[in-house]
């Protein structure tokens, strides 16, 4: 085989193998449509989550900042809806940075920081605004990015 003939063989191979293989999503419209996704969370955070949650998939699994874990969409809805209306009622959460990175182009990863205005827990202990580290995993299911799983923790000290 001639040299000119290896390289039209070469080019060939790696024209195939870009057009079999799953092009990763590291931006453009799949990052802004998990963007879309976590910020409509936080839409439903500072409504109180009375919205239906187009946005969490049904085997959502919730982590609280106190180590509380809630499986499913049904009943962590049932259960962010009841603290939203004692303790948290009127509580809102604002994003101050969001980092998205793709596992692959059906998985992203999304870690949030977030200014979180004051409340009380039930048992009395004051928290004055400050901020929280959110990880989200949001998926690609039938054409739609959902959040399959998210952690909430407080930042000691707020920064």
Do not use: C
């Not at 009943?75 to 009127?90: A, D, S």
């Not at 949030?112 to 009395?124: H, K, R």
């Amino acid at each position: 085989m001639s040299t000119k003939q290896q390289s039209l063989a070469a080019s060939f191979i790696v024209t195939m193998l870009i057009s079999i293989l799953p092009t990763p999503a590291w931006g453009g419209e799949a990052e802004a449509d998990v963007r879309s996704t976590i910020q409509a969370f936080y839409n439903a955070f500072n409504d109180g989550f009375t919205q239906p949650a187009g946005y969490a998939a049904e085997d959502w699994n919730h982590i609280n900042p106190f180590g509380g874990r809630t499986r499913s969409r049904e009943e962590t809805l049932k259960e962010v809806r009841e603290v939203h209306q004692t303790f948290l009622k009127g509580a809102t959460e604002t994003i101050e940075n969001m980092d998205i990175r793709f596992a692959t182009p059906d998985v992203a990863v999304g870690t949030v920081v977030s200014l979180v205005g004051a409340f009380a827990t039930p048992d009395g202990v004051k928290h004055e605004p400050g901020r929280s580290v959110r990880t989200f995993v949001v998926v690609r299911r039938d054409g739609r990015w959902q959040i399959m799983q998210d952690q909430n923790t407080f930042i000691q000290g707020g920064h």
